[in-house]
Nanobody, 114 residues
Framework: QVQLVESGGGLVQAGGSLRLSCAGS????????IGWHRQAPGKQRELVAS???????TYADSVKDRFTISRDNAKNTVYLQMNSLKPDDTAVYYC????????WGQGTQVTVSS
């Protein structure tokens, strides 16, 4: 079982930037496509970006051109660079496979003030 630890969230003004990190344990993490998901209060969790083992990326329309996902397989870490943040980006951010294969971590809170 892979364990996931997210970090890097915080409070930022609209237009600001944050960089999230997702550290995963075990060999399966580095061989898997990893996604960043987010859940805003009262809303369902949604997948916002994913990256394959070889670096192919996908993005939800709502974050395209603002967020960049990347990974360092040697460090078993996936990153999410978030620029031009909007209040609508406020959510708890989690990493997991796109189909949520593993148990969820604690997530990291991102709050964007207007």
């Amino acid at each position: 079982q892979v364990q996931l630890v997210e970090s890097g969230g915080g409070l930022v003004q609209a237009g600001g930037s944050l960089r999230l990190s997702c550290a995963g344990s075990g060999i399966f993490f580095s061989f898997s496509t990893i996604g960043w998901h987010r859940q805003a209060p009262g809303k369902q969790r949604e997948l916002v970006a994913s990256i394959s083992r070889n670096g192919q990326t996908t993005y939800a329309d709502s974050v395209k051109d603002r967020f960049t996902i990347s990974r360092d397989n040697a460090k078993n870490t996936v990153y999410l660079q978030m620029n031009s943040l909007k209040p609508d980006d406020t959510a708890v951010y989690y990493c997991n496979t796109p189909s949520s294969t593993w148990s969820w971590g604690q997530g990291t809170q991102v709050t964007v003030s207007s």
